[in-house]
């Protein structure tokens, strides 16, 4: 599965984005999908996934409330709704999928799109 993520931006604190990742290659219904972050200096962490059927959403306790996390299975799509962004916001954002388990590693990873949130 190649997977690729745009959307990724400058944007003022409160502000929001919408991050995208298109995946071919392979059957995207049948992978867990979701997001990661990595930002200056520290270690990657899990932001949000979803099920396979989009049913089931899973968030990290701070962007709960905030973000959203979709997709579209007729279109190989995935998406993260980004709101209320603040300054921990800024990062590199990856999108990621796995036939069965996301987290910890899953089995591909898109490229990475930078988000930047000023303060």
């Known amino acids: 599965v190649q997977l690729q993520a745009s959307g990724g931006g400058l944007v003022q604190a409160g502000g929001s984005l919408r991050l995208s990742c298109a995946a071919s290659?392979?059957?995207?219904?049948?992978?867990?999908m979701g997001w990661f972050r990595q930002a200056p200096g520290k270690e990657r962490e899990f932001v949000a996934g979803?099920?396979?059927?989009?049913?089931?959403?899973y968030y990290t306790d701070p962007v709960k409330g905030r973000f959203t996390i979709s997709r579209d299975n007729a279109k190989n799509t995935l998406t993260l709704q980004m709101n209320s962004l603040k300054s921990d916001d800024t990062a590199v954002y990856y999108c990621?999928?796995?036939?069965?388990?996301?987290?910890?590693?899953?089995?591909?990873w898109g490229q990475g799109t930078l988000v930047t949130v000023s303060s």
């Open positions: 990621a999928a796995d036939p069965e388990v996301l987290v910890p590693n899953p089995a591909y």
């Open positions: 290659g392979g059957t995207f219904s049948r992978n867990v």
């Open positions: 979803i099920s396979m059927s989009g049913a089931n959403t």
